[in-house]
């Protein structure tokens, strides 16, 4: 049987995707050999990382002085590459404390220049995003995190800033049309909403480039990516070919705006249920609602019932629902590729849950 897999990742991918993968690896288009065997400089791979990189200019409609590079590391090697390509020693960066990932970025990039904290929800557990924070000019980045993965917060609405915003999409990357201009650095981990895990990606906007003095190794330094087009070295082959597949899925059903109204047609489904079933209660601000990680508790009266109710998900082959350990109670992960039928059949069973025990 298939699972409905509600994973925070590596996650959910388009049941179109694996099966275009699974024939890739057993036989690339009838030439048999693998996609995994092939060589990264011969034709097959060539075509491969030149539609991956026009298609995701095309989707997410990036002007012309964008560079899209494939990268290897995850989003937490970012983390540190980031400050490390963008910030001098004597120069300021901006962050938002808004999560777990928000903060071990704020941590790695003390390591290359001075970092500002704007603002921080820490302390009320990261339930909300922070807000109303003054942005200063003479700042070289601001860095967001778009999607709170583990506490189920998103930005709806990015901060007007006076500098370039750098920005952790890798939860809610491709999920919604957004527009790049404000953006110098977008970076994102392929296994939450695009593709397997080993490849990042990474957008960059060619004037962000080239203003730093310290020495930058090959590996580490984004123009070396730029100039071989992800090809300094054995880039990811498989993971960015299965991101490929993906973003071809993307377009196939509507591009960014398709996926944000099926987005939003799923999370509201969760969240209506969530609200209305007496068992169960969100975790977070309303207003700041992920789409994507959708967490929430039970009632403190039903507390007991927890593990109980996580047992059912799993004996209904709902996989992934556990909550991380800093929220507790339930995350469901409904990523782009997440149907709308397993979302329903999480509503039906907590709606039944109720009934039986409420
Ligand atoms: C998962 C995640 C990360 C860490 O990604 P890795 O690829 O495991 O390094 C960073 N930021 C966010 C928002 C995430 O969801």
Known sequence: MKKHNFSAGPAILPAPVLKEAGKAAANYQGMGLSLLELSHRGPEFTAIIEEANALMKEIMGLPDDYHVLWLSGGASTQFFMAPMNLLNSDETAAYVDSGTWANKAIKEAKSFGNVTVLASSKEQNYTFIPKGYKIPKDVKYLHLTSNNTIFGTQMHKFPKSPVPLVCDMSSDFL??????????????????????????????????????????????????????????????????????????WIKKNGGLKGMQRRNKTKAAILYQEIDRNPLFKGTTAVEDRSLMNVCFVMEEKYAALEKEFLKETEAHGMVGLKGHRSVGGFRASIYNAMPKSSVQALVDLMADFAKRKG
């Open 175 to 248: 999920s919604r049309p957004v527009d790049p201009k404000p953006f110098g650095l977008i970076y994102a981990g392929a296994q939450k909403n695009l593709g397997p895990a080993g490849t990042t990606v990474v957008i960059v906007r060619e004037d962000m480039l080239g203003t730093v003095q310290r020495h930058l190794p090959s590996m580490v330094d984004y123009r070396t990516f730029v100039k071989e087009n992800s090809l300094y070295n054995t880039p990811p082959v498989f993971p960015i070919y299965v991101s490929l597949l993906t973003l071809r």
